[in-house]
């Protein structure tokens, strides 16, 4: 239950971030997004009164700081100014595949025949759609949801190697804090510089992406994971793209062309091919 509702969190980041550039510029949405989040993690971490890492962690932390904290918000939000949620998270369904590449050159795992099979052909579905979807040549929003893949699986991979000297929530934790200075600064640039019009839908979609998806959805997903193993609980992320899909029609009214879908569960099947390759 635990892992399921990270998913279900996960899963409407990106409405969210669309309510929320209702109201903010993209750098202001995802600067505020840092500082509310590393607030609520700080805050966490003095309640429980839980140590300072060691040295050796702390350029670990900064990888997963700058990719999931800032460059994976940050590219992501530029790409929904011009591109659906449907579209951007049938792309960012590939992220477990490009998380496995980055694992693979870190860790030196050598995953199975079949698991690589299953990665080239989801890859291959992926950019088919993203070049159908902008009328033959890749568009800027496409760039960016591609970029956010490889910091983000960057990040991922880090955070992964962390959590076995750490737990899994103290890992976002402390990359959250680590980038506060640096989200204060740009919060305050970013005002200064984008308009801001506070609208309900605005608000709401802040304090998800915030709180939501920054912090509490991350616990409860890294909390599951520990109870029921890494496995078990990637399983239930297949679920994540397709969801979103939902919450885009319920939440914005986006109308699916049938590749959208169509493409998703091609991704899932694929990506369920690697979960459950030897290796």
């Known amino acids: 239950m635990l892992a399921a509702l990270g998913v279900l969190a996960f899963s409407l980041t990106f409405p969210a971030t669309a309510w929320g550039l209702e109201g903010f510029g993209p750098w ?11 607030l609520i993690a700080g ?6 009164r ?8 702390w350029a670990g932390l900064a990888v997963v700081g700058a ?32 998380t496995a590449v ?41 760039l960016y949801l591609f970029g956010a893949l490889l910091i983000c699986a960057a990040g991922y991979t880090e955070g992964g190697r962390l ?23 740009g919060t305050a640039i970013a ?34 994971m520990s109870l029921i193993g890494i496995p078990k609980a990637s399983q239930l992320q297949l679920a994540q793209p397709l969801l979103t899909l939902v919450w885009s029609v319920l939440l914005l009214g986006e109308s699916l062309t049938v590749a959208a879908p169509l493409t998703a569960v091609a991704v899932l099947v694929c990506i ?3 979960q459950r390759s030897r290796g």
């Open 28 to 38: 202001s949405l995802v600067a505020v997004r840092s500082v509310l989040a590393a």
């Open 43 to 48: 805050g966490s971490l003095l309640v429980l």
């Open 50 to 57: 839980v140590p300072v890492p060691a040295r050796r962690h």
């Open 67 to 98: 990719g999931v904290v800032l460059g994976f918000p940050m590219l992501t939000t530029l790409a929904l100014r011009s591109a659906t949620t449907a579209h951007s998270a049938v792309v960012v369904g590939l992220l477990p595949l490009t």
């Open 102 to 142: 980055f694992s693979s050159l870190r860790t030196g795992a050598r995953p199975s025949r079949a698991f690589w099979i299953a990665a080239c052909a989801g890859a291959a579905a992926v950019i088919a759609f993203t070049v159908q979807q902008s009328g033959g040549a890749l568009t800027r929003a496409d």
């Open 163 to 185: 959590a076995s000297a750490m737990p899994g929530w103290q890992v976002i934790a402390w990359a959250l804090v680590l980038c506060l200075p640096l989200a204060v600064a």
């Open 191 to 224: 005002l200064a510089s984008e308009p801001v019009r506070l609208t309900g839908h605005a608000v709401a979609g802040l304090l998800w992406v915030a709180a939501g998806s920054q912090f509490l959805g991350l616990v409860v997903w890294y909390k599951g």
């Open 272 to 274: 369920a091919v690697t």
